[in-house]
């Protein structure tokens, strides 16, 4: 059972946007490392977007300037905004978070591979 909850996604027109919302059990309030994630059949989970242990954002280069990433601690939800769409947008995306740790050197870094994920979201873009 995921312990993350997606709502949003759908069908787009290209150049049309969407809207992907995650509720996590307190992962944003305990500054969780947060992503999102998109797979398409036969295809590897690809990260697009991340919220990293140092409070950056990060996106794949195949979305930058059209995906924004954002949270609010309050509701302990993440969202993905995805603006100007495009057809090979098209794949089940997949809201992810992960316990920071710190180590020998007292730097922090994201648990890898991610530890809790939400259940999917199919975001479908036509021409």
């Known amino acids: 059972q995921a312990q993350l909850v997606e709502s949003g996604g759908g069908s787009a027109h290209a150049g049309g946007s969407l809207r992907l919302s995650c509720v996590t059990p307190g992962y944003v309030e305990l500054r969780y490392c947060l992503a999102w994630f998109r797979q398409e059949p036969g295809r590897e989970r690809e990260e697009v977007a991340a919220?990293?242990?140092?409070?950056?954002?990060s996106y794949a280069e195949s979305v930058k300037g059209r995906f924004t990433f954002s949270r609010m601690i309050s509701t302990n939800t993440m969202y993905l905004q995805m603006n100007n769409l495009k057809p090979e947008d098209t794949a089940m995306y997949f809201c992810?978070?992960?316990?920071?740790?710190?180590?020998?050197?007292?730097?922090?870094?994201?648990?890898?591979?991610?530890?809790?994920w939400g259940q999917g979201a199919q975001v479908t873009v036509s021409t």
């Open positions: 992810a978070a992960t316990p920071p740790y710190k180590d020998v050197s007292g730097a922090y870094h994201c648990s890898r591979p991610f530890r809790h």
């Open positions: 919220f990293n242990v140092d409070s950056s954002t």
